[in-house]
Structures are given as structure tokens and as C-alpha cells.
């Protein structure tokens, strides 16, 4: 996957992006498996237990330090910052590029409901968890817990998720129905906090960096 975010002129800029981790717990059970129509041939017809689609932005975003404005003695962000984050007033410092598509997540369970000996009751579990820590493949810039990760609802970020559990969200989805459509969920990030070295200091850079990842898992529920 290659990410290529959008230039910003003017102001102090910190461009960042996630690097994306997906997870599936497989589990063989011959009571729970989706059709093998949905499966893959190269899987020597094993049936998967679960089929989702999962569709996702480039997860580019920026931290606009902006720049001291002499006329309102404050920082302005520039001009060409758009789509702030929640928390982040339009004009001023802070994170960007929140535009309803570069933060959307949007996962469908194509899993049929009824399975070959009985009902899929459980449905599944989507777990989205945002780490700044290695990962044993990148050491990330910024210091520890600087950068907060939330889940909001609506692309417009009005209605918060995880509220009491910052850069973690899980939500279960239900199986699709016999004849009816599949169930579809979106979740859509923001960030908060100010990016810093392990030093202390603002984080600035002009390129994108990798400040953390992104791992998406799924899971059968347990409810």
C-alpha cells in the first residue's frame, strides 16, 4: 500500500500517516462458516466461518503548527488547512485533513446469517486500535501518548465512539440475512494532542512520517 498525502503551503507542518495492520482470528468451526461462494479458490475449498469487505482512506493527515499572526498576537494555521479534526477550530492549530474519506473505515459483513448446521447467532466483533509504539517493523517519531486516537459516527466528527477509551473501539455487526442486504458500518478517526519528540519539542516535519499503527481486527463475537 503506497500513500501519497497532499502538499500543504505555508505555516509549520507535521504530515503523518498510519500504517494499516489487519488481523482475522480464523477458526475452523464445521457449525459456523460462510458460504464457500463467498470463499477464496486459492484456499483448497476451505470454507471461511466469516466473509467481510472492508474499505478504507489513505489514513494521511497533518498537525498544522501555523504560524504567529503580528496583527491578533496568535498562531493561524494556513490557509490551505481544510477538514479539521474534532477539537480543532478551522483556522487555527491542529490537526487536518479529517475529510469524511481519508478517515473512513467502512466495513461490510457479507457473512450469511444461517451456516450449514444451524445459525450464525454471534456475528462479529471489528476491534480498531491505534499504537505509537514499535511494532518490530518501525519505530514511530513521536513520544509516547502524544497522539490520541478517537472514532466518531459521522463524518462531520460530532458523535464520539470511545469516548472513555482513547485509541481503542470495538463494535459487533450482525450476520447478513437470508435475501436481504448485508449490514454496513462506518467509523470514521480523528486525532487529538500535539505531536512531540521524545525530547519534548514540536514534532515538524515536511514529508509524511509513519506515527503509528492501525491494526483492524475481526473476530467472531462472543454475544
Given at each position: 500500500?503506497?500513500?501519497?498525502?497532499?502538499?500543504?503551503?505555508?505555516?509549520?507542518?507535521?504530515s503523518a500517516?498510519?500504517?494499516?495492520?489487519?488481523?482475522?482470528?480464523?477458526?475452523?468451526?464445521?457449525?459456523?462458516?460462510?458460504?464457500?461462494?463467498?470463499?477464496?479458490?486459492?484456499?483448497?475449498?476451505?470454507?471461511?466461518?466469516?466473509?467481510?469487505?472492508?474499505?478504507?482512506?489513505?489514513?494521511?493527515?497533518?498537525?498544522?503548527?501555523?504560524?504567529?499572526?503580528?496583527?491578533?498576537?496568535?498562531?493561524?494555521?494556513?490557509?490551505?488547512?481544510?477538514?479539521?479534526?474534532?477539537?480543532?477550530?478551522?483556522?487555527?492549530?491542529?490537526?487536518?485533513?479529517?475529510?469524511?474519506?481519508?478517515?473512513?473505515?467502512?466495513?461490510?459483513?457479507?457473512?450469511?446469517?444461517?451456516?450449514?448446521?444451524?445459525?450464525?447467532?454471534?456475528?462479529?466483533?471489528?476491534?480498531?486500535?491505534?499504537?505509537?509504539?514499535?511494532?518490530?517493523?518501525?519505530?514511530?517519531?513521536?513520544?509516547?501518548?502524544?497522539?490520541?486516537?478517537?472514532?466518531?459516527?459521522?463524518?462531520?466528527?460530532?458523535?464520539?465512539?470511545?469516548?472513555?477509551?482513547?485509541?481503542?473501539?470495538?463494535?459487533?455487526?450482525?450476520?447478513?440475512?437470508?435475501?436481504?442486504?448485508?449490514?454496513?458500518?462506518?467509523?470514521?478517526?480523528?486525532?487529538?494532542?500535539?505531536?512531540?519528540?521524545?525530547?519534548?519539542?514540536?514534532?515538524?516535519?515536511?514529508?509524511?512520517?509513519?506515527?503509528?499503527?492501525?491494526?483492524?481486527?475481526?473476530?467472531?463475537?462472543?454475544?
Open positions: 500500500m503506497r500513500i501519497f498525502p497532499k502538499k500543504r503551503t505555508g505555516g509549520r507542518l507535521c500517516f498510519l500504517a494499516l495492520s489487519l488481523v482475522f482470528a480464523v477458526l475452523r468451526l464445521p457449525s459456523i462458516r460462510a458460504d464457500e461462494a463467498t470463499g477464496d479458490p486459492q484456499d483448497d475449498d476451505n470454507p471461511y466461518i466469516y466473509a467481510v469487505e472492508i474499505e478504507f482512506g489513505s489514513l494521511g493527515f497533518y498537525y498544522d503548527h501555523g504560524t504567529w499572526n503580528e496583527d491578533t498576537f496568535r498562531y493561524d494555521a494556513s490557509s490551505t488547512s481544510t477538514h479539521p479534526a474534532a477539537g480543532t477550530e478551522a483556522g487555527s492549530p491542529g490537526w487536518y485533513g479529517f475529510d469524511g474519506v481519508a478517515n473512513r473505515i467502512r466495513v461490510t459483513n457479507l457473512t450469511p446469517e444461517t451456516a450449514d448446521a444451524g445459525t450464525l447467532t454471534e456475528g462479529i466483533k471489528i476491534e480498531l486500535r491505534y499504537s505509537d509504539r514499535s511494532d518490530g517493523y518501525y519505530d514511530f517519531p513521536l513520544a509516547a501518548g502524544s497522539v490520541s486516537m478517537y472514532c466518531y459516527a459521522e463524518p462531520e466528527l460530532v458523535t464520539c465512539l470511545n469516548t472513555d477509551t482513547p485509541n481503542v473501539y470495538e463494535f459487533v455487526m450482525s450476520g447478513m440475512p437470508a435475501g436481504g442486504e448485508a449490514p454496513e458500518s462506518s467509523v470514521y478517526l480523528s486525532f487529538s494532542g500535539v505531536p512531540r519528540t521524545a525530547q519534548g519539542e514540536l514534532f515538524i516535519h515536511s514529508s509524511a512520517q509513519r506515527i503509528g499503527t492501525l491494526t483492524l481486527a475481526v473476530s467472531l463475537s462472543d454475544s
